[in-house]
């Protein structure tokens, strides 16, 4: 499972096994740099390479990317798009299943709290995966958390168990879910 937190100036790469059991271990967490002051086509081919490379040496199953959502800052926006972008692009062309997460639905996941801050992120993903430091700079955390949530929530996780199968909070979440496309 790789999830990547997509952005232009740092793009956050984190790379996790999950267990049937729900236990998880780090493969690889990273972030790859592109000059703010590069042409843009340079710095999605800066972003491009480093997911590829990433794609390439873990073999992920699948792969989880931030959805991105509209802020305030246009150009913030648009990086993030173009990055997302990319990961999308590059999961295609590896023939392997995407899939997209708002920032609340993954901390709602790690955390347990939509609303959580990056601290609160960072200091979860440390604790689920065992880590002795927590994941910096947050590109990193966030990108591991992607990541765990797609595993712990991934699309088909409600859908494919039977309803008896699914615990309390499963349900409540594809509640959730199901509620928010009405």
Same mark, same amino acid.
Not at 20 to 26: E, G, K, N, Q, T
Not at 85 to 99: M, N, R, T, V
Not at 142 to 171: E, F, I, K, Y
């Given at each position: 499972?790789?999830? =990547?937190?997509?952005?232009?100036? %740092?793009?956050? +790469?984190?790379? *996790? ?8 271990? &780090?493969?690889? *967490?990273?972030?790859? $740099?592109?000059?703010?002051?590069? @042409? =843009?086509?340079? @710095? &999605?081919? /800066? =972003? ?19 959805? *991105?959502?509209?802020?305030?800052? @246009?150009? /913030? ?6 990055a997302s972008g990319i990961a999308l692009l590059l999961a295609a062309e590896h023939g392997i299943p995407a899939d997209t997460h708002t920032p609340t639905e993954v901390k709602a996941a790690i955390t347990g709290y939509g609303a959580a801050d990056k601290?609160? +992120?960072? /200091?979860? +993903?440390? %604790? ?42 499963? %349900? ?5 879910? @199901?509620?928010? $496309? %009405?």
């Amino acid at each position: 499972m790789i999830g =990547i937190d997509p952005g232009l100036t %740092r793009c956050g +790469v984190g790379v *996790v096994d999950v267990a049937p059991d729900r236990s998880a271990r &780090l493969v690889h *967490v990273g972030v790859v $740099r592109s000059a703010p002051d590069a @042409r =843009i086509e340079k @710095r &999605l081919q /800066t =972003i491009a390479a480093g997911i590829r490379a990433a794609l390439e040496e873990f073999m992920p199953d699948v792969l989880a990317v931030e959805r *991105v959502f509209a802020q305030h800052n @246009r150009n /913030t926006v648009m990086g993030t798009a173009q990055a997302s972008g990319i990961a999308l692009l590059l999961a295609a062309e590896h023939g392997i299943p995407a899939d997209t997460h708002t920032p609340t639905e993954v901390k709602a996941a790690i955390t347990g709290y939509g609303a959580a801050d990056k601290l609160q +992120v960072q /200091t979860m +993903v440390a %604790r689920i995966l065992r880590l002795d430091e927590l994941p910096t700079p947050a590109d990193a955390a966030d990108a591991l958390a992607l990541a765990l949530c797609h595993a712990w929530r991934g699309p088909s996780a409600a859908a494919a168990a039977p309803a008896g199968a699914l615990t309390p909070a499963q %349900r409540a979440w594809a509640d959730a879910e @199901r509620g928010a $496309r %009405r």
